[in-house]
């Protein structure tokens, strides 16, 4: 537990550890193993207020800003990831994605169901032939009176098998790039959107990926999120808070598992001594507590600034950077710790290990944010 932070802060810390503990923790097997989260569970972390805790108030949000939201993240990630997964997908990015880009009246429509769960969200930008280079999307979105014509196809879409809205982005004219990309906010019911089946992953089990199709789907003009052509500036700044979310469920789960390395390194004995005892253990473990207490502090930075509005697309790269690349080190390192049972399905570890590895890939992959990072420094000079 971190005592520097704001008692109102330290309140909220201790009560989403309590719920996770009480009500979270005891279903994490069945979630795994069914690959499937309750509806119930997600009402539950809904009547927590976990879907809109970063949120302002008058938006339907629980007002604790950005830092707060990355204080209750870290508790959250002492579960399953599939869990907040949920969360970030619907809330962190379709619904942060509206609340950037407007305007009042479809801030107004979906972000009190988002924020309080009545209704899950996706978010849309990655496509089969744009991952990484987001900005090349293929996905097209015509003009048409009043209205917009969408065709193609999204990838990997968090939530998408069970989202009612979406943010979906599309290009006005593939040629121009980030330029003419527009963002949109499409309901479940609407004409000409087909949700693809979800798709099985290593990990995360629990939280749903699939594909989305466009068929001549008509979005009212309306129901655009910022102005026709400044999507993709709505994409990046919707991913500054993302990438936070990221990094602050990647130190929480490093915490977890550092804390069960250690107990394990005192309780397991070999060769007539706690394995704990050897230097080789006890340097996995010394590094791991370094790098998460580098983590924490990177995430606390970037998330305090962002509530005092700064923007912080580099110091959020940063810190996703690198608490999860020290996630996958403490991962591994917890594995090793435990031994043959580090590996054994009866541990929660192997799912942790499984559940880190997408953290490096998704929002962004590690050499994508170096990219990030590296264009800053090279626009400063
Ligand atoms: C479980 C899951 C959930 C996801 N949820 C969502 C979602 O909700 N919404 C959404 O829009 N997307 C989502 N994604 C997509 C995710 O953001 C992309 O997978 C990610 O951005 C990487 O794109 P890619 O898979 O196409 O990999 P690619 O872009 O093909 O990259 C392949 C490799 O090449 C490297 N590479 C690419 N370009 C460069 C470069 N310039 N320099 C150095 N290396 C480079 C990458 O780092 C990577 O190692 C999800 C993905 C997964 C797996």
């Given amino acids: 537990m971190n005592t520097n932070l704001p008692e109102e802060l330290q309140m909220l810390q201790r009560s989403v550890r309590q719920f996770v503990d009480d009500r979270l923790t005891p279903l994490e097997r069945e979630i795994e193993e069914k690959d499937e989260i309750p509806r119930a569970v997600i009402d539950a972390m809904a009547g927590m207020g976990l879907f809109g805790l970063g949120f302002r108030e008058e938006a339907g949000g629980q007002g604790f800003g950005k830092l707060g939201y990355c204080v209750a993240v870290e508790q959250l990630a002492r579960t399953n990831a599939s869990l907040w997964n949920v969360i970030g997908g619907s809330a962190g990015l379709c619904g942060t994605a509206i609340d950037i880009g407007g305007p009042d009246a479809v801030r107004t429509r979906y972000l009190p169901d988002l924020l309080s769960a009545r209704k899950i ?44 809205v979406f943010v979906i982005f599309a290009t006005l004219d593939p040629k121009m790039g980030s330029k003419a990309i527009s963002a949109f906010v499409v309901e479940r019911d609407a004409k000409g959107l087909e949700v693809g089946p ?29 102005d026709e052509g400044k999507g993709f500036a709505v994409a990046l700044a919707t991913l500054d808070y993302g990438r936070m979310g990221l990094a602050a469920h990647a130190v929480g789960a490093a915490q977890h598992l550092l804390e069960a390395s250690v107990a394990h390194a005192k309780t397991r004995t070999q060769f007539g001594r706690p394995i704990g005892a050897n230097q080789a253990i006890q340097w996995m473990l010394a590094d791991a507590a370094t790098e998460i207490h580098a983590a924490r502090l990177m995430v ?81 000079t």
């Fill in 300 to 380: 606390y930075d970037a998330a305090s600034r962002a509530d005092r509005g700064e923007r912080v697309s580099d110091r959020a790269s940063m810190a996703k950077l690198f608490a999860t690349e020290a996630l996958g080190r403490i991962a591994d390192a917890a594995v090793q710790i435990h031994g043959g049972m580090g590996y054994m399905r009866e541990l929660w570890i192997e799912r942790a290990y499984r559940d880190a590895r997408i953290y490096r890939i998704y929002e962004g992959t590690s050499e994508i944010q170096r990219l990030v990072i590296a264009q800053g420094l090279l626009a400063d």
């Fill in 198 to 226: 979800n798709d099985p992953k290593m990990g995360l089990h629990g939280s749903t990926t699939a594909q989305l199709f466009f068929h001549d789907l008509r979005v009212p003009a309306a129901q655009r999120v910022g």
């Fill in 121 to 164: 969200g996706a978010y849309g930008l990655s496509e089969p032939g744009a991952g990484s280079d987001a900005a090349s999307l293929r996905t097209t979105a015509r003009r048409d009176g009043d209205s917009y014509v969408i065709d193609g196809a999204k990838t990997f879409i968090t939530n998408a098998p069970i989202a009612e």
